[in-house]
C-alpha cells in the first residue's frame, strides 16, 4: 500500500471557525509533512514531523497548528485563517533512518484538501 | 540556499514533436527527484535519479542527471496531449529533511 489519504477533500471555512486536515499513510514512514500549495506555485514545506515530533517549523504562523498523535497519523489544525490561506494542503511521507529521511527515498504525496476561506 | 531552477517556466508544443525540459541546481547534490502535478491534483513521483550519469525512461519521458554540472533534463519524446501538466524538479535540503522544488514547468500538447 502506497497510498497517502487526506480528509476533506474540500473544505471552505470563515474566519472566525476552527477546523482540522487529517492525512493516514500506513506505509510504516516516520517522516511526514505538510506543505501549502498556492496556484501554479511549487508545494511551499510547512512541518515536518520525524519519529512524530516536530523537526521542521517553515515559520508557520500559530494559526496553524500541526500534531502527530501517532505514526500513522498527521492533524493540520486551523484557527482564525486569512483568506490569503486559501491553497491546496498537501500531506506527504516517506521513510527515515537515524536524524534523516533515507535520502533516494521519493516522498509519496496524498491527494490535498482544499481549502477555501472565505 | 539552495535553489532550484527550471526552464522553460511554461512549454507549449505540437504532438508528436519532441522537448526537453531543464532542471539546475546551486548545490552539490547526487539525488533528483522528478514529479507531475495535473490541474488540481496531487504529485505523482516520476523518476528518483540517483547518482551522476542516471539515466531512466518510462514511455514518453526520459530523466537525466548530470551531478558535475548541478542539471537534470526531462526529455520528451513524440509527446501526446496526456502529458500536459505542470511538471517540478526536487533536490534534498542541505539538512536532508526534505525537498527544494524547482518551480515547474507547464507542459500543454496541442493536438
Known amino acids: 500500500d502506497t497510498e497517502v489519504t487526506q480528509t476533506p477533500k474540500h473544505l471552505v471555512m470563515g474566519m472566525t471557525n476552527k477546523k482540522s486536515l487529517k492525512c493516514e499513510q500506513h506505509?510504516?514512514?516516520?517522516?511526514m509533512y505538510w506543505y501549502k500549495q498556492k496556484a501554479k506555485k511549487p508545494p511551499e514545506l510547512m512541518f515536518v514531523?520525524?519519529?512524530?515530533?516536530?523537526?521542521i517549523n517553515e515559520s508557520v504562523p500559530s494559526r496553524f497548528s500541526p500534531e502527530c498523535p501517532n505514526s500513522s497519523l498527521l492533524n493540520l489544525h486551523l484557527h482564525a485563517l486569512q483568506p490569503e490561506d486559501s491553497a491546496l494542503y498537501l500531506c506527504?511521507?516517506?521513510?527515515?533512518?537515524?536524524?534523516?529521511?533515507?535520502?533516494?527515498?521519493?516522498?509519496?504525496f496524498g491527494p490535498g484538501t482544499r481549502l477555501t476561506v472565505l | 540556499e539552495l535553489k532550484v531552477e527550471q526552464n522553460p517556466l511554461f512549454l507549449s508544443m505540437q504532438e508528436g514533436k519532441n522537448y526537453t525540459i531543464y532542471c539546475n541546481y546551486s548545490?552539490?547534490?547526487?539525488?533528483l527527484y522528478w514529479y507531475r502535478q495535473d490541474p488540481g491534483k496531487s504529485l505523482e513521483s516520476l523518476f528518483v535519479?540517483?547518482?551522476?550519469?542516471a539515466v531512466k525512461q518510462e514511455g514518453r519521458l526520459m530523466a537525466s542527471l548530470d551531478t558535475k554540472a548541478r542539471l537534470s533534463t526531462l526529455h520528451i519524446t513524440a509527446a501526446v496531449h496526456d502529458l500536459s501538466a505542470t511538471y517540478f524538479c526536487?533536490?534534498?535540503?542541505?539538512?536532508?529533511?526534505?525537498?527544494?522544488f524547482g518551480p515547474g514547468t507547464r507542459l500543454s500538447v496541442l493536438p
Open positions: 514531523y520525524s519519529y512524530e515530533k516536530l523537526s
Open positions: 535519479l540517483l547518482s551522476n550519469g
Open positions: 506505509m510504516g514512514h516516520r517522516a
Open positions: 506527504a511521507s516517506n521513510s527515515i533512518r537515524g536524524g534523516g529521511r533515507v535520502l533516494g527515498d521519493t516522498q509519496y
Open positions: 548545490t552539490t547534490s547526487d539525488r
Open positions: 526536487a533536490v534534498d535540503s542541505p539538512y536532508g529533511q526534505n525537498f527544494v
